[in-house]
């Protein structure tokens, strides 16, 4: 299983754009990588996925490099709803794992 | 589409309970995973089911099951309940149709165990 790795926490202040890196040295080749936010009590919402390049979404990008061994959630001009642990996933529905999560607070 | 719902929301139980919660995929969605979520551990998988058939299991002892029907629905069981097994507990489904097989959750369940 591809293990994770990402900085606990982040600080950031309204209006600014936000990169999180996640670390996955053992990533498989069939392995995509999605991103999702959690808020106190609720379950992760998905936010974006990749398998390689750039992704765009109407919320995110995402920037994975050519080794796949890390990949950057890039959040634009964020708000203080940003506020939430966002999460890095590596592979498939049992085949993959949590890693700890990046508690991301926008002050503002 | 209709989200994924799970019931209850909320459960408050005592040591030694069995509790069973319940978990409605997408539309669509054959795999379902259920996964523990505390503040110690993060986020721990449970097992996940596809077509009925537990797929993949995480380490957890044998006082967790679950199940999964011919419409996809999916039940957990936890037995003899200890107070660690206070956690939110999420199910996410997924159509497992290969290739990203993009895993959305529902809300939770929070299971308190007095």
């Known amino acids: 299983l591809a293990k994770t790795t990402q900085p606990i926490s982040m600080d950031s202040y309204e209006g600014q754009e936000v990169n999180i890196t996640c670390s996955h040295n053992?990533?498989?080749?069939?392995?995509?990588i999605t991103w999702y936010q959690q808020f106190p009590s609720q379950g992760p919402r998905f936010i974006i996925q990749?398998?390689?390049t750039k992704v765009t979404n109407e919320v995110a990008s995402l920037f994975i490099p050519a080794d796949r061994k890390s990949s950057t959630l890039s959040l634009p001009r964020v708000s203080l709803s940003d506020t939430a642990v966002y999460y890095c996933?590596?592979?498939?529905?049992?085949?993959?794992?949590f890693g700890d999560g990046t508690t991301l607070t926008v002050k503002p | 589409k209709a989200g994924v719902t799970q019931t209850p929301r909320y459960l408050i139980k005592t040591r030694g309970q069995q509790v069973t919660l319940s978990c409605s995929p997408i539309?669509?969605?054959?795999?379902v995973s259920w996964y523990q979520q505390t503040p110690g551990q993060g986020l721990q998988f449970l097992f996940e089911?596809?077509?009925?058939?537990?797929?993949n299991k995480g380490n957890f002892p044998g006082r967790f099951s679950g199940r999964q029907f011919s419409n996809s629905r999916s039940e957990m069981n936890v037995s003899t309940l200890e107070l660690g097994d206070s956690a939110l507990y999420l199910c996410?489904?997924?159509?497992?149709?290969?290739?990203?097989?993009?895993?959305?959750f529902g809300p939770g369940t929070r299971l308190t165990v007095l």
């Open positions: 996410a489904s997924s159509s497992s149709n290969g290739g990203s097989d993009t895993q959305y």
């Open positions: 053992n990533i498989a080749t069939n392995d995509y």
């Open positions: 990749g398998y390689k």
């Open positions: 996933l590596v592979g498939f529905a049992g085949k993959s794992t």
């Open positions: 539309s669509g969605h054959r795999s």
């Open positions: 089911y596809f077509s009925e058939t537990q797929r």
